[in-house]
Every structure is written in C-alpha cells, then in structure tokens.
C-alpha cells in the first residue's frame, strides 16, 4: 500500500460512530445497501454526522470508552485498509464476531464490505467527505502517521465482543 502514498486513493465516508469502531478493529466489514466491485486499498472518512440515536452504546462505550461522542474524530480520515470484498451480508452473518455484527447491518439486501490490514491514523487527517467511493489524495508521509497494526479478533476479545 505504500506505493500509493501521496497519491490518490480510494476513500468512503462512515457516519460517526461507526468510523471510529472500524478504525479501532471493532467493526471488520461495513454494511452497505450497494455493492462495489472495487478492491484495493481504502481511507475510512469519519463525517461530521454524529449518529448517537443509532449507535450500539454498550459497544461504543467499551471499544471508544464513556465519553465517547465528544472524543471521536469527526469530519476526517481516520485509518486506511484494503477492501478486499463484498458480498452478501445476510449471507456472512454467522461468520462475523460479535463486535463487528453489533456495528453492521447484515440482513437481506444489504452488502458486507470487508477491509483488512486496516491501520489508524496517529492524527486523524481534516478532510472533507463524499457520498459513495472517493478519491483522497493520501500524503506522502501517511506510513509514518500509522499506528501499529492491530488485529480485529483481538480487538474484539479485549473489549469482550468476540
């Protein structure tokens, strides 16, 4: 993924919270009622909408810690992966951990998008979002604005969502 730093990316803006579990391993696939044939490496944007009404609060709480909706990032990119597929959700429900089906909607109609290798940002990156799949020109120096990688089965056993 390195070669593509400073160069455009593909990016896809979530709705907060759930660009902030995504970008703390909680949430491995993203619900989508579209499906892409795109695969390659991905930005998660975190919008400025703040959905507390639809947010799974035990969780957020526990991944994102109790002040959560004043703490998360909002309006910025705040982690980068590769989309490696999407397919049915309804059809991957069972496989799922349970963090990750708490944060999705895997019923009918709808698309799991699975991103992997997924790294947070140190500092999330101000930048304006887009509806659908967008290009994000990532900076040249993204390798070092990286966390160490992290897994999400892990994640989800440590804060007890396996």
């Not at 980068?80 to 349970?98: E, F, K, P, S």
Request: net charge positive; aromatic share 8%; glycine share 10%.
């Amino acid at each position: 993924m390195g070669e593509l730093f400073g160069r455009p990316m593909k990016a896809l803006s979530l709705w907060q919270p759930w660009a902030a579990l995504m970008a703390a391993h909680v949430k491995l696939h993203e619900t989508r009622h579209w499906k892409t044939a795109y695969r390659g490496p991905i930005a998660i944007h975190a919008a400025k909408r703040l959905d507390v009404a639809g947010a799974p609060e035990d969780l957020c709480i526990a991944a994102l810690g109790a002040d959560w909706r004043t703490t998360i990032p909002l309006g910025a990119v705040v982690a980068v992966g590769r989309l490696t597929g999407c397919r049915d959700a309804h059809l991957i429900r069972r496989l799922v951990t349970a963090g990750d089906l708490e944060a999705g909607n895997f019923s009918g109609g709808r698309f799991a998008w699975r991103v992997e290798d997924l790294r947070e940002l140190i500092e999330p990156i101000p930048t304006l979002g887009r509806q659908g799949l967008f290009d994000w020109l990532a900076p040249a120096d993204l390798a070092d604005r990286l966390k160490p990688a992290f897994d999400h089965a892990e994640a989800c056993r440590v804060i007890g969502w396996a």
